[in-house]
């Protein structure tokens, strides 16, 4: 192994990754370092194995709802099996085997900044070494959950999207504190896998605080339909878990306590920052690292600094992280051969996002919510169309759901803010994602014809209600 490469990369999550292959694509040398599993948390405590455990749950439901079809209980240990096999049984040796393909160096360590340019590897055997970058070090280490400083509730070892998603039982009575992303998929994976009490305790007024509230009122109905108690500014004051994997009881601002075999936490997550080093090069550790339109840091002299990914904090969404990543290895290498820097847009700052929530029903939202776009002072006018009136959607099954909003920004007659909620609408979200990011006029959109029949006709309903 070198002990120089152009670019240092700590943490090989998807962003990492990214990195490093832009980077090599450049013409640089690269060296990736990752204390866990190269591939990192989407890959095995996030995105892949959540959506293995949320997918039997969510045809069911599809199922559910098409007169003549029947579908007998849900066979839990093929889906478990199936969830490890997603995950490559927690072995990373083919994600290993790409990284060195590229070709980088991949370090197995603690990788901690220690000064300008250098990163100390810290092995498992306690074994250390310092490699040194010419050009930049990039920070892509992502985010670890939040844990509440709730009385009792850290020393019960609650669940965390880590546990929840690489469980190997389904407790039969679950208690969710949280609203958010995390909060309403894992519940509804855990109580449609066997969970015979699933509890949701929310701070605010409402699920998915973040997105239109029409999206959280949807929801809600869905979690009632299936049996799933959601409590509304309701939080826990106190947690008791005498024994460790024991009974956990959870105490309430009022009425009696509730008890559950498993309690998850999921109300949110901060940048992975804390033991990185940053302190040696003037930056404050544990916190979020401030990047420019480019990815470098702000903060650090010289700028061989940068940050893509969870821990510049622009974005908390894989996908974003990884064009994050792209952006960054390809500015690297430019400024490397002294090039003009390739073409950045506002989408690194997270505006125009795209999400999907994968309950059912599905949850999809690119842009502005309403609220947001009328506070960054924009013209704003908004069109809802029920989604079940679609003759795409009703074909779906009996009973489908659903609702479609567009926010148009009234001086430049686009769209800045889409939002999709019913039952097998994910695919719908790139449209609107091009839409959106490409300020498609309307007028032109107009004559994008949708298939019929299908539920992408909600897009003609959309533009008509508008006036076109």
């Not at 098409?66 to 049984?89: C, H, K, M, W």
């Not at 085997?97 to 990163?119: K, L, M, Q, T």
């Not at 066997?194 to 959280?216: C, I, K």
Request: aromatic share 4%.
């Amino acid at each position: 192994m070198a002990d120089e490469f152009d670019v240092i990369v700590i943490g090989a999550g998807p962003a990492g990754e990214n990195v490093v292959d832009r980077a090599v694509r450049g013409g640089l040398t690269a060296a990736i370092v990752e204390e866990r599993l190269a591939g990192g948390e989407c890959a095995y405590w996030a995105c892949v194995p959540s959506k293995a455990l949320l997918r039997p749950v969510d045809l069911a439901g599809e199922v559910s709802r098409v007169p003549g079809l029947s579908l007998g209980p849900i066979d839990v240990p093929a889906v478990l099996a199936r969830r490890d096999e997603t995950v490559s049984n927690f072995d990373d040796s083919g994600q290993v085997r790409w990284i060195e393909s590229v070709p980088a160096e991949f370090f197995r360590g603690r990788g901690r900044i220690d000064g300008p340019r250098r990163v100390r590897v810290t092995a498992e055997d306690g074994g250390e070494r310092v490699i040194t970058a010419r050009q930049a070090v990039v920070l892509a280490t992502g985010s670890v959950p939040a844990i509440p400083r709730t009385p009792g509730l850290a020393e019960a070892r609650p669940w965390t999207s880590h546990e929840v998603t690489a469980a190997t039982s389904i407790p039969e009575r679950l208690v969710v504190i949280g609203g958010g992303v995390v909060a309403c998929e894992m519940a509804q994976a855990m109580h449609g896998l066997g969970a015979r009490s699933t509890t949701v305790l929310v701070r605010g007024d409402r699920l998915l605080s973040r997105m239109e509230p029409f999206a959280g009122e949807l929801l809600a109905e869905s979690f009632a339909d299936a049996g799933i108690e959601l409590r509304t500014h309701t939080d826990a004051v106190r947690v008791e878990r005498p024994e460790p994997g024991g009974k956990v009881t959870v105490h309430l601002p009022e009425g009696p306590p509730l008890e559950a075999d498993e309690l998850l936490v999921a109300t949110g997550r901060r940048p992975a920052t804390g033991d990185l080093g940053l302190s040696t090069v003037g930056l404050a550790d544990g916190t979020i690292v401030e990047v420019d339109d480019s990815m470098r840091a702000t903060g650090v002299a010289d700028g061989w600094l940068y940050a893509v990914g969870d821990v510049n904090g622009r974005a908390l969404l894989t996908h974003m992280g990884k064009y994050q990543a792209r952006i960054c290895g390809d500015v690297i290498a430019a400024r490397a051969r002294g090039d003009e820097l390739p073409a950045m847009r506002d989408l690194v700052g997270g505006a125009r996002s795209p999400q999907v929530v994968f309950t059912d029903p599905q949850v999809c939202a690119v842009g502005l919510t309403e609220e947001a776009a009328r506070a960054a002072g924009i013209r704003v006018r908004t069109v809802e169309y029920d989604l079940g009136s679609v003759t795409g959607a009703y074909l779906m099954g009996d009973g489908y759901r659903g609702k479609a909003k567009a926010v148009v920004d009234e001086d430049r007659r686009i769209l800045v803010g889409v939002t999709f909620v019913g039952p097998a609408t994910a695919d719908l979200l790139h449209s609107a994602t091009i839409a959106v990011t490409a300020e498609v006029p309307l007028d032109l959109l107009w004559h994008a014809v949708p298939t019929f029949p299908t539920v992408s006709e909600i897009w003609l309903r959309l533009l008509e209600a508008y006036g076109l």
